[in-house]
């Protein structure tokens, strides 16, 4: 049960954006990622971003607002606060979300949740469309091994959890909340617990997705990891299905990681996102941090839209089209699925015409 498509994608519902895009029209992103802090409370072992430094830096948040009522006006239309920190460690945070969605973008969030107090959540539950989670075991001992923190943190976001469902509950709010657990050998065998404190709690969701290697990351203790041994979790989570909570077990994502393909050697997504890091860093991918071939510009220096229709961008674009062999970026990227579908409508098969 994956009603937010979360193992495949949702470009299909921007076909205006899409067909600007195919007619060869400089279009701007719909969705972007973007780093509020570089700090962060944890240390997993996992951590695709531990080449970042765990930094100290924060978006300035006034030049950041300004940005994002200019991005709204251009058409971005969501923004996920994630990115090398954790995003509730900004002090302005909720100034931040608030602004966000008044600008006329979606707001989401990937956390650890140990910060999502229940101050917090009163201030921006109703602005936010979803909380995604992450919570990589069903035991405060596997949590704090995995998330190399202390085991009172795993408490910690279970309460704060508790406090925003019943928070949604009262006020109505439409937020989605839900879990994430990346698959790993250290916590399979609590992946259906889990799932169980999941519905428990009152959340919309668990996903369970595999891990993916980051070309750039210190950390290498999972690249050689398969997913065919992992299958016969899902009948156990599939039972936990109900009208209210869903398991969204990215099989297809975990056999696209077996099978180590992509069928397009070329990144067609690049024109539908971005990211902005903790120094307010404008970047083509994310798998490219601190990669000058991938820098479009800084929010603190010029406007977003000096940035999109700049020199470097432009310059990224077509480096990307003539020498970027995508079949050997990282697998399983944020981009995939938008890819492979963008490839087919480029690269059309034959007999298309018989719909």
Not at 14 to 34: F, T
Not at 181 to 190: A, K, Q, R, T, V
């Amino acid at each position: 049960m994956d009603k937010y498509r979360i193992d495949s994608h949702k470009l299909m519902f921007h076909p205006e954006r899409v067909a600007d895009w195919h007619r060869g029209k400089n279009i701007y992103p719909i969705y972007m990622e973007v780093s509020p802090s570089g700090a962060c409370n944890h240390r997993c072992l996992y951590c695709g971003l531990d080449f970042m430094g765990y930094q100290a830096k924060f978006l300035e948040t006034g030049i950041f607002k300004k940005r994002l009522t200019e991005m709204g006006k251009l058409g971005l239309k969501s923004i996920m606060y994630a990115g090398e920190g954790e995003p509730f460690l900004h002090k302005d945070i909720v100034e931040i979300v608030n602004h966000t969605k008044n600008s006329g973008i979606d707001v989401a969030f990937t956390t650890n949740a140990v910060f999502l107090k229940k101050e917090i959540a009163k201030d921006i539950l109703q602005n936010t469309a979803w909380i995604k989670v992450s919570i990589n075991g069903a035991t405060k001992e596997t949590y704090a091994k995995i998330h190399r923190c202390k085991e009172q943190d795993f408490d910690n976001v279970i309460n704060n959890l508790n406090a925003a469902v019943k928070i949604r509950k009262e006020n109505k709010h439409k937020c989605a909340l839900g879990m994430q657990l990346l698959l790993l050998p250290d916590n399979s065998h609590e992946a259906v617990k889990l799932a169980k404190l999941a519905k428990d709690l009152g959340l919309d969701y668990l996903v369970i997705k595999p891990y993916s290697q980051h070309p750039q990351s210190k950390t290498k203790k999972y690249r050689s990891i398969k997913y065919n041994d992992f299958s016969y979790l899902a009948d156990d989570l599939a039972k936990l299905n109900s009208k209210e909570f869903s398991v969204i077990f990215r099989i297809n994502t975990m056999e696209k990681w077996d099978k180590a393909e992509k069928g397009y050697n070329r990144c067609l997504a690049l024109p539908f996102w971005s990211y902005i890091d903790s120094e307010g860093n404008v970047w083509g991918c994310s798998v490219f941090l601190k990669d000058d071939r991938f820098y479009y510009g800084n929010i603190y220096e010029s406007t977003f839209k000096e940035i999109w229709e700049g020199k470097r961008r432009k310059a990224s674009l077509e480096w990307s089209q003539d020498k970027l062999d995508a079949s050997k970026c990282r697998l399983n990227c944020r981009m995939d699925e938008i890819n492979r579908y963008l490839w087919g409508i480029k690269n059309p098969q034959n007999h298309i015409n018989f719909i």
